[in-house]
Nanobody, 125 residues
Framework: QVQLVESGGGSVQAGGSLRLSCQAF????????MGWFRQAPGKEREGVAS???????TYADSVKGRFTISQNNAKSTLYLQMNSLKPEDTAMYYC???????????????????WGRGTQVTVSS
């Protein structure tokens, strides 16, 4: 059974940095497509970044140049390094995984069947 556990969220001032982690359990991590999503109150869940088993990455335009997705297959862990944070980055951040993701749609939530419970990121101005 796939389990995903996020950590690393917190409160920072604008311009600061945070590193999120997602520990995966219960499946062969390296064979899955992984993604980071976020959801702010009153808004739809949006894709932030994704990474496939070969390490190819995709980013939302809103985070390009500021966020970096990476993974350590040996540790079954996904990361999201977030720099130059802005108040509009405030949201609950979720880790997602699935074995079958169409690459062109990898930032769409409906592509993923496995989700963590999220970690809150709050950026103050």
């Amino acid at each position: 059974q796939v389990q995903l556990v996020e950590s690393g969220g917190g409160s920072v001032q604008a311009g600061g940095s945070l590193r999120l982690s997602c520990q995966a359990f219960g499946y062969t991590y390296s064979s899955y497509f992984m993604g980071w999503f976020r959801q702010a109150p009153g808004k739809e869940r949006e894709g932030v970044a994704s990474i496939d088993s070969d390490g190819s990455t995709t980013y939302a335009d809103s985070v390009k140049g500021r966020f970096t997705i990476s993974q350590n297959n040996a540790k079954s862990t996904l990361y999201l390094q977030m720099n130059s944070l802005k108040p509009e980055d405030t949201a609950m951040y979720y880790c997602a995984a699935d074995a079958f993701v169409y690459r062109d749609y990898s930032l769409r939530a409906e592509q993923y069947n496995n989700w963590g419970r999220g970690t809150q990121v709050t950026v103050s101005s």
